[in-house]
Nanobody, 126 residues
């Protein structure tokens, strides 16, 4: 099974930017759709973005459309989440996730993802 490790979280002022990374090890994630989710205290896990195995198809949650961009680097076996124009409501723990079956379209449902990272905290101050 693949291991996913997120990095790049931190404290940023509103309007700022962060780039999260999700490094995969144990196997290649080339043929797998990948996603980002987030969870704020007291709230359910929320879909943020996903990218299909080819890297061509991307999907975003309504609250981050136009501000966040998901991408992947096949050579580095890594997925990224570029977050711009951050808002205090973006504060959450961000999780990287990988689908369990090859060549599937990306999904916004956490139930379709088999592998999860430990999460990285993003805090946006007003």
């Amino acid at each position: 099974q693949v291991q996913l490790v997120e990095s790049g979280g931190g404290l940023v002022q509103a309007g700022g930017s962060l780039r999260l990374s999700c490094a995969a090890s144990g196997r290649s994630i080339t043929a797998y759709a990948m996603g980002w989710f987030r969870q704020a205290p007291g709230k359910e896990r929320e879909f943020v973005a996903s990218i299909n195995w080819s890297g061509i198809g991307t999907t975003y949650g309504d609250s981050v459309k136009g501000r966040f961009t998901i991408s992947r680097d096949y050579a580095k076996n890594t997925v990224y989440l570029q977050m711009n124009t951050l808002k205090p409501e973006d504060t959450a723990v961000y999780y990287c996730a990988g689908e369990g079956a090859k060549y599937r379209s990306s999904s916004s449902s956490p139930h379709d993802y088999e592998s999860w990272g430990q999460g990285t905290q993003v805090t946006v101050s007003s």
